[in-house]
T-cell receptor
Framework: AQSVAQPEDQVNVAEGNPLTVKCTYS??????LFWYVQYPNRGLQFLLK??????LVKGSYGFEAEFNKSQTSFHLKKPSALVSDSALYFC????????????FGKGTRLHILP | DTGVSQNPRHKITKRGQNVTFRCDPI?????LYWYRQTLGQGPEFLTY????????KSRLLSDRFSAERPKGSFSTLEIQRTEQGDSAMYLC????????FGPGTRLTVL
């Protein structure tokens, strides 16, 4: 079965420091991987995705993520955090062989401390 | 703004009442999805359409839930005889390679 794990409920980072939000996945076949961000009382906003190609994917707002097949991970990173990055972040996976639906992790709340 | 709109944004209803939500997708997107998100959880897949055809339904979609997408344009999600456990955010998304989400409808069942 497809699954996504975000092991940290919350991550605290000082403004200006690098940030990492962790994600591991389990899926049959080659995965499509996604990161979304959710601000209070808003829908999900797409940040970036990995389908194939370069393992380092760059996305919106200076975020990037690294696909690691051997570790089945897709961690979200940013070199220098901003207070405005504080939000709820969701990792998601889709297996093309299992239909088109996306399976989401539980989310990680990111707090950037001024 | 992703171009996906949902109405209403908020709905408060009493237990046992029926409610209907609407999603208007990005016009050129053929696939439309419904998800449910409860507090502290990620969105959970409910169902999806390819044009007007409903192709997959989650086990979460009990027989009190029905979704339609007439003419392959907007979609509606109806919940009959609402229960307190139905309180959640209902999200719609449309897809062309990447799923783009609407702002959601927050349902509160009293």
């Amino acid at each position: 079965a497809q699954s996504v794990a975000q092991p940290e409920d919350q991550v605290n980072v000082a403004e200006g420091n690098p940030l990492t939000v962790k994600c591991t996945y389990s899926v049959s076949g080659n995965p499509y991987l996604f990161w979304y961000v959710q601000y209070p009382n808003r829908g999900l906003q797409f940040l970036l995705k990995y389908i194939t190609g370069d393992n380092l994917v760059k996305g919106s707002y200076g975020f990037e993520a690294e696909f690691n097949k051997s570790q089945t991970s897709f961690h979200l990173k940013k070199p220098s955090a901003l207070v405005s990055d504080s939000a709820l972040y969701f990792c998601a996976v889709r297996s093309p062989s299992r239909g088109d639906k996306i399976i989401f992790g539980k989310g990680t709340r990111l707090h950037i401390l001024p | 703004d992703t171009g996906v709109s949902q109405n209403p944004r908020h709905k408060i209803t009493k237990r046992g009442q029926n409610v209907t939500f609407r999603c208007d997708p990005i016009s050129e997107h053929n696939r439309l999805y419904w998800y449910r998100q409860t507090l502290g959880q990620g969105p959970e897949f409910l169902t999806y359409f390819q044009n007007e055809a409903q192709l997959e339904k989650s086990r979460l979609l009990s027989d009190r839930f029905s979704a339609e997408r007439p003419k392959g344009s907007f979609s509606t999600l109806e919940i009959q005889r609402t229960e307190q456990g139905d309180s959640a955010m209902y999200l719609c998304a449309t897809n062309e390679g990447t799923q783009y989400f609407g702002p959601g409808t927050r349902l509160t069942v009293l």
